[in-house]
């Protein structure tokens, strides 16, 4: 009973939203393709700090920090 019932909200969520996505594209398809620009360009941003923070994390650990001392300085 449960499954069924759980299966039937996520069928109409995936087909109000792809409606959705239809509806928006088909107004301002410049609008949805700059959408999607932003959001790759935030991931592109997340992962550069990401990777700028373990390159610091690996400069501190060969200069001779602890884990513990780099966590305090960097939180």
């Known amino acids: 009973m449960k499954s069924t019932v759980l299966e039937s909200f ?6 109000g939203i792809g409606v959705t996505v239809l509806s928006l594209y088909t107004q301002k398809p410049g609008c949805l393709a700059a959408s999607v620009e932003t ?14 923070k373990k390159m610091r994390r690996q400069r501190l650990k060969a200069m001779g920090f602890s884990d513990e001392e780099i966590g305090e300085l960097y939180p």
């Open 10 to 15: 996520f069928l109409g969520v995936a087909f």
């Open 39 to 52: 959001l790759a360009e935030i991931g592109r941003t997340r992962r550069a700090k990401e990777e700028e």
